[in-house]
DNA sequence: GAATTTTATGCAATCGGTTGCGTAACGGGT
DNA sequence: ACCCGTTACGCAACCGATTGCATAAAATTC
C-alpha cells in the first residue's frame, strides 16, 4: 500500500529505487547485482537479492525493454483462416518460447489483409521477431519493410528468396513424393490429387512433389480438383471425383483436413476405404488419429519447427546481419488405416512412424488410448 | 540513414524528436498534436501530422507505456493441456481484442503447474489484465496476486466467488439442463453420463445441470464414467458404459471431444448412433459438424464470451475499483444426427439452432458446406 | 610505504514518450 | 490604452530500468 500513485487500486509493483533506498546503495549497483555482473561483491549481491525476494521485485520489463532496445517479445502471425495444424501446436510454441524467456505476441490478419496490416503493431511495440504461418496473406514488400526497421522474420512453410526472411518447412516436395510411392506401391492405378489453396508455396510443392513421385514411376495424376484446404473444400472435390467414371482408387488430398472430408464424402457414397479407396492426407492434425478416420499421413513435426524457428529467429536478433537461411525438415508417415498398406511396409509401418532422428510430432499418448496401434490396422 | 545505433542493420524508427526538430516545434507539442489533443492548432497539428506520416512515424509503445502505466497488452492464459474449442476460436478473441486497439500475449502454464507461475511475466510486462482460460490450474492466491498488483482477470467459464476476479461464462447448467431435456423428450430410459476432468468447476456444472435436469422429470443417471475432457477418456468411458447390460440408450459426454470419441467407439462396437444411442455433447467444436459425427451439441458462444470478457476487462482497466461481476450467456443447442430428435423438436430445430438473441458461434459457413443442414440428419 | 592494479560502487545520461504548469501572443470589451 | 480570458505552445520532470565512465577503497607489487 502507498505507492504514490500506484495502478488504481492495485500496490504499485517494487522498482529498483526502492531496493536502493532500503538497501543505501545505488541504483545501478541494484540493476547490476540483480543480473549477476561480476563486478558486484558476492556480499551486496546477496543483500540485494534478499531485500528484492522480500519486496517480491519483478523488473519492469517495458522500462528495461526502452534502454535495451529488446523488448523480448516475438510475433506470432496468424490468419483469420483456420488452421487446424498451428492451431493445435500453439502450445508447443508458447513452451519453446518460454524457455527462451521471450513471450509471444499474437498478431493476426485478415483473410483479404496482408502481413502490412500488422506491421504499425509490430513496430508500435518493437519486436524482437516475428513467426509467420504459411496461411497469412504476405506480400514482398511488407517482410522487407519489417526487416528493414529490424524485425527478423521466419516463414513457416513458405520461402521468399527476394528477401532477407528466413524459412523452416517441412519439406512438402519430399513428403508428397513419399506419399507418391506408397500409393504406387500399394498397387494403385488411378490416382487423384486434391489441391489446396492456389498461389499458396506449400500448395505448390505439395501438388509438384507428389507429381514428381509419380512421374519417377512412369505415373501421372489421374485427376485433379481443388480443395482449398479447408474441409468444405475437400468434401465438395471428393464429390466430383468420385462421380468419375472410372471412379479413382486413391486420392492424396493435401492436407489432412481436406482428407478428413473425403473419407467423410467416401463413406456417404457407401464406399469403402481403403478396399475401394485410399485416402492419405498430409499435417498430422489430432483429428487424423482418431478412429473414425485413421488417416496415413505425413506428420509436421511442429516441436522442430517451432523450435528451429526460435533458433533462427535469435541467432537473428544477437546478429542482425546474419544472412537469412532455410531449414527443411522431415516430417514423418504415419501409417494408418485409411490407405492399403503396399507388401513391405507393413514391417516398416512401426519403424517409419517414431524415425528416430527425430521427436516424433505426435508423441505423448495417455497409455490406454484408443489411436495407440499406429501401424497395421487395415479397418477403417 | 543514419539512427546513430538504430537496430542492428535496420534503420530506427522515427521519434517525437526528430518529428519536432524537423519542424521547429517542442516534443510536447508533437506529441499532442499526434493524439488530437484541442489545445493544438489545426495548423502545426496538420503539419505534425505530414511530418509523422513522411517519416513512417510509429509511436514506441514501450515508452509510452513506461510513462501511462498502460502497456496496451492483455494476457491471454493458456493450459497446456488440448483445448480444441478454445484452440478454435483464437481468431476470435484476437479480432475483438485488436479493435480495442490492444494485443494479445500468450502465457501457458504447465499442466501440473499453477497460475501463479506466469505472474512475473504478466507483472514484467505489466499487462493491463488477462482472460483465463477455464483449464488453467488456478489457486486463489494467485489470482488474489494478479488482482492485487492491478492486474485484472477475467476467468473464463468459472468463477471465484472469494477473489476479485469477473467471469463470463457458457451458463452449463441450463445447457446441460437443456440436454436432459432434450433425451428425456427422444423417450430415452437409461441415460447415461460421461464426465469431465473433476475438481474442474466447468465438469461440476454440466454433471449438476444434467443432474437436475432429470430429476425435475423423476429421472437419474443411469450410469457414470469419467472421461477426463479428453478423447482418449471418452473413448474408454464409452467402452466401460457398453460393456453394461442392459447398455444405455442415451449418453450425454460432457465435452464434444468425449462425445466424438463415444460415436467411434459405439461405431467399432457395432452399434449405430442414434437407432441403438444417442450421443449429445457440449462445446460446439468444429468436427463435430463433421458428417463422420454430426453431433448433438450445445455451441458455447464464443463471439460473445470473449467480447463480453474484453468489456469486463477494459471496464476494470478503466475503473479499477469497480467490483468483479459474472455474466452468465446461453449456449445454442445445435440439433444434428447423433441424437434421436423429440417430437416437436424436428420443427423447433432450425429455430434452436441460430436464436435471434445471440449470434450463432458457428456461424460463418462457406455456401457448399456439407455441414449446412444442420437438422432434421437423422443418419449418422 | 609508495605506486599500481584490481575490485566495487556511484553519477548521470539515456531510451522515447507524456503531462502539469507556466507563459507569450492574441483578440475582444470598455 | 488597459485589463482579461483564451489559445497555442514550451519547459522540464518523470516513468524504471541500463550502462559508460569516473572514482573510492582494497589488494597487490616492488
Known amino acids: 500500500m502507498g505507492g504514490k500513485r500506484g495502478r488504481g487500486s492495485g500496490g504499485s509493483l517494487p522498482t529498483v529505487d526502492m531496493i536502493s533506498a532500503r ?3 545505488s541504483k545501478s549497483t541494484v540493476s547490476r547485482a540483480l543480473k549477476g555482473h561480476r563486478s558486484i561483491s558476492e556480499k551486496t549481491r546477496a543483500a540485494v537479492m534478499a531485500i528484492a525476494r522480500e519486496l517480491g521485485y519483478q523488473p519492469n520489463a517495458i ?7 529488446r523488448s ?4 506470432f502471425v496468424i490468419a483469420e483462416t483456420e488452421n487446424p495444424f498451428f492451431e493445435e501446436q500453439l502450445e508447443k510454441l508458447t513452451k519453446h518460447v518460454s524457455r527462451r524467456e521471450m513471450q509471444v505476441l499474437l498478431l493476426q ?7 502490412a496490416d500488422v506491421i504499425p503493431s509490430m513496430l508500435q511495440y518493437r519486436l524482437d521477431g516475428c513467426i509467420i504461418l504459411a496461411s497469412v496473406p504476405v506480400s514482398k514488400e511488407a517482410v522487407a519493410t519489417c526487416t528493414r526497421y529490424g524485425v527478423p522474420v521466419v516463414l513457416l512453410n513458405r520461402t521468399m528468396p527476394e528477401t532477407k526472411a528466413s524459412s523452416v518447412l517441412c519439406n512438402s516436395f519430399a513428403g508428397s513424393q513419399r506419399i507418391a510411392e506408397f500409393l504406387i506401391a500399394g498397387g494403385h492405378s488411378r490416382i487423384a490429387f486434391i489441391a489446396g489453396r ?3 508455396i506449400i500448395a505448390h510443392d505439395r501438388e509438384a512433389g507428389f507429381r514428381a513421385g509419380l512421374a519417377a514411376a512412369g505415373r501421372e495424376i489421374y485427376a485433379r480438383e481443388e480443395g482449398g484446404f479447408t474441409f468444405a473444400g475437400g468434401y465438395q472435390a471428393t464429390k466430383r471425383l468420385l462421380s468419375l467414371t472410372p471412379r479413382p482408387d486413391a486420392i492424396f488430398a493435401s492436407s489432412d483436413i481436406m482428407a478428413l472430408a473425403a473419407l467423410d464424402a467416401i463413406r456417404e457414397a457407401g ?4 478396399d475401394d479407396i485410399s485416402v492419405i492426407g498430409f499435417d498430422g492434425i489430432r483429428a487424423s488419429a482418431w478412429p473414425a478416420y485413421r488417416l496415413t499421413t505425413i506428420a509436421q513435426p511442429a516441436d522442430i519447427l517451432f523450435e528451429r524457428s526460435i533458433d533462427l529467429l535469435t541467432a537473428r536478433i544477437e546478429d542482425p546481419n546474419r544472412p537469412p537461411e532455410a531449414i527443411y525438415v ?4 504415419l501409417i494408418r ?4 498398406i503396399p507388401p513391405g511396409y507393413e514391417l516398416l509401418a512401426e519403424h517409419l512412424d517414431r524415425p528416430s532422428s527425430a521427436e516424433n510430432a505426435t508423441a505423448q499418448k495417455p497409455p490406454d488410448d484408443p489411436m495407440k496401434h499406429d501401424a497395421g490396422e487395415r479397418r477403417a
Chains 1, 2 share one sequence.
Not at 522500462?63 to 532496445?69: H, K, N, Q
Not at 523480448?72 to 510475433?75: A, L, N, S
Not at 464406399?271 to 481403403?274: F, G, I, M, S, T
Not at 488405416?337 to 492399403?340: Q, V
Request: charged residues 15%; proline residues 3%.
Open 271 to 274: 464406399l469403402r476405404v481403403p
Open 23 to 25: 538497501l543505501g546503495v
Open 198 to 200: 492456389q498461389n499458396s
Open 337 to 340: 488405416g485409411s490407405a492399403r
Open 63 to 69: 522500462a528495461r525493454g526502452l534502454v535495451t532496445r
Open 72 to 75: 523480448g517479445i516475438i510475433g
Open 109 to 115: 490478419v485478415a483473410t483479404n489483409g496482408d502481413l
Open 330 to 333: 522431415h516430417g514423418n508417415m
